[in-house]
């Protein structure tokens, strides 16, 4: 149980288009969700928390407006990176707490490419 | 400055043996410390927990301790396997509720035929 699908799991795009990655509960139901950013040989770097039905929670750095995040219901939450850029090439990867001390199931993981 | 530190980038041990990772911290408070086994390209998979009135947990092949005076965690994988290579990741819990975790960098482990 406790399933997490992420996707897509790599995309290409080009500089100031905007991307979208998806993040579903497959098996069980999810109110909150935690979004993080991954660079080469670096831990993972919270960058928001997104609470279905409620505006998300974004930590201390990571632009909102660039970084829209929607729960829009008990199994789905997405991230869009809106106007992309190469810095914002890097892995990303959603996760949802299960019922046990905030134990993590992650997703796959996306890959983002900005050319 | 809050501080996780895991021991090396990379630990190279021979198959059969034991490997020992470290995690320390610095100005936490940790309720609860979790390993992490991460794949490349990969999301993190989770493998223990422990709790700050624990002193050591198992699982199979992997046992974790957990020293709160010494600020650190150590997490061992006895009989290694070359299946067993993988980045392993420690992460702090200080018990808020839905704040997410926060990892340390990480250790590449490779073991070796």
């Known amino acids: 149980g406790a399933v997490v699908s992420q996707h897509p799991s790599w995309v290409i795009c080009k500089s100031g288009t905007s991307v979208k990655i998806e993040c579903r509960s497959l098996d069980f139901q999810a109110t909150t969700m935690f979004w993080y950013r991954q660079f080469p040989k670096q831990s993972l770097m919270l960058m928001a928390t997104s609470n279905e039905g409620s505006k998300a929670t974004y930590e201390q750095g990571v632009e909102k407006d660039k970084f829209l995040i929607n729960h829009a219901s008990l199994t789905l939450s997405t991230l869009t990176v809106t106007s992309a850029h190469p810095e914002d090439s890097s892995f990303y990867i959603c996760?949802?707490?299960?019922?046990?001390?905030?134990?993590?199931?992650f997703g796959a993981g996306s890959r983002l490419t900005v050319l | 400055s809050q501080k996780i530190e895991q021991n090396s980038e990379a630990l190279n041990i021979q198959e059969g043996k034991t490997a020992t990772l470290t995690c320390n911290y610095t100005n936490y408070s940790p309720a609860y410390l979790q390993w992490y086994r991460q794949d490349p390209g990969r999301g993190p998979v989770f493998l223990l927990l422990?709790?700050?009135?624990?002193k050591e947990k198992r699982k199979e092949r992997l046992k974790v301790t957990f020293d709160t005076t010494l600020k650190q965690s150590l997490f061992h994988i006895t009989a290694s396997q070359p299946a067993d290579s993988a980045t392993y990741l420690c992460?702090?819990?200080?018990?808020?509720?839905?704040?997410?975790?926060?990892f340390g960098k990480g250790t590449h482990l490779i073991i070796q035929p």
């Open positions: 992460a702090l819990d200080e018990g808020g509720g839905a704040d997410g975790l926060t």
């Open positions: 422990i709790r700050e009135n624990e």
């Open positions: 996760s949802a707490p299960r019922a046990q001390a905030n134990v993590l199931t």
